[in-house]
């Protein structure tokens, strides 16, 4: 793997990659089938603490790098994408409140994490996808308090979350400026989870509507200030993007990895496929794709990691990723011939996989609207 990483981390890399091999890889194919939530595999994960590798290291986390959790979200990713999602999503729930939160907030997020919890962001609505400023979910200060009532949708880790970082509207009339965040632990009165949704692929996560009626949370759950939602929320995808990205090129690893086995196995004309030299360019074609697409990533992070503006390289580094799963995925198929069709094989569940990212954290479309503004400025 072409992450230039720690030594603790590469240490940490053969342990998360046995793991995966012996707990997550096989064992997902029969989940991928029922689209049951396989409880018993992260709480295996949770023993290891691979589920808390974003928790900071004065909050007492392991005290990584992002490039160093890069090379271990992308091994669990080419195990199986439902798997690495989770953990990532679970991060992803974590940043608003270390964005913007109070140090009684973020103590206590990852305090939850570091418990055995996971945490879920909620920002999408039925009627406010790419368009967040459209949502309906509002928030009503009273008192010391602050009532919620909205519906949340496509929230990966909703139902087994154990805290949500949720945004409301806190005044209609200012628009996306009327937005505010919020953090609310599972089991407050009022938060419920309602669809969970039965996906084309990472059937391993899980994706529900998470519902607020009449919850009612202390005003010092506000994140940051009143009106400072969306960009706090804008904030958090900018990274969690880039981590998107990651499981995007774990996904087309996978795919690498299983032609390359297959075409050493499948004979034709006598000899096995790999041995043509269409095949070898098919396989040139796809890691040219896959090592780029982790380069990105990794400079992304490395910006983060340093503090820079990298808005822009972690839009590339999730459209790019996202759009090469869906290409290497499709070629890994094209190896395969008319197995690679059947589900008996595991390459076709990789395009399944694939699709969702470049949909989720911001479309492609976004994606490339956020790399114009950046390149041509506004």
Known sequence: MAYLISDEAKDLLQDVKKFCENEVKEQCKEYDVTGEWPKEIYDKAIEQGYHALEVPEEFGGPGLSRVDVAAL?????????????????????????????????KK???DLI???????????????????????????KDGDEYVLNGRKCFI?????????????????????????????????????????ENKMGIRTSNTCDVVLEDCRIPAKNL??????????????????????????????????????AYGKERVQFGKPIIKNQAMQFKIADMQIKVETA?????????????????????????CYASDIAMQVASEAIQFFGGYGYSREYPVEKLL???KIFQIFEGTNEVQRIVIANNTIGR
């Open 73 to 105: 979200i992308e091994e669990m990713a080419i195990a199986d994408a439902g798997f690495a999602t989770t953990i990532s999503a679970s991060g992803l729930g974590m940043k608003p409140v270390l964005i913007a939160g109070s140090e009684e907030q």
């Open 108 to 110: 206590r997020a990852c």
């Open 114 to 140: 570091l418990e055995g919890g996971f945490g879920a962001f909620c920002l999408t609505e039925p009627g406010a996808g790419s368009d967040a400023g459209a949502g309906k979910t509002v928030a009503v």
């Open 156 to 196: 990966t880790n909703g139902a087994v979350a154990s805290f949500y970082c949720v945004t409301a509207m806190t005044d209609k009339t200012k628009g996306v400026k009327g937005m505010s965040m919020f953090f609310i632990e599972a089991g407050t009165p009022g938060l419920s989870t309602g669809n969970e």
């Open 223 to 260: 994140i940051g200030a009143e009106g400072k939602g969306f960009s706090i929320a804008m904030k958090t995808l900018d990274q969690a993007r880039t981590w998107m990205g990651c499981v995007a090129t774990g996904i087309a690893q996978r795919g690498i990895n299983e032609a390359i």
């Open 294 to 318: 982790r380069q990105m990533v990794a400079h992304a992070l490395t910006k983060m990691d340093m503090g820079l503006p990298h808005s822009m390289e972690s839009a590339i580094a999730k």
């Open 352 to 354: 399944r996989d694939a």
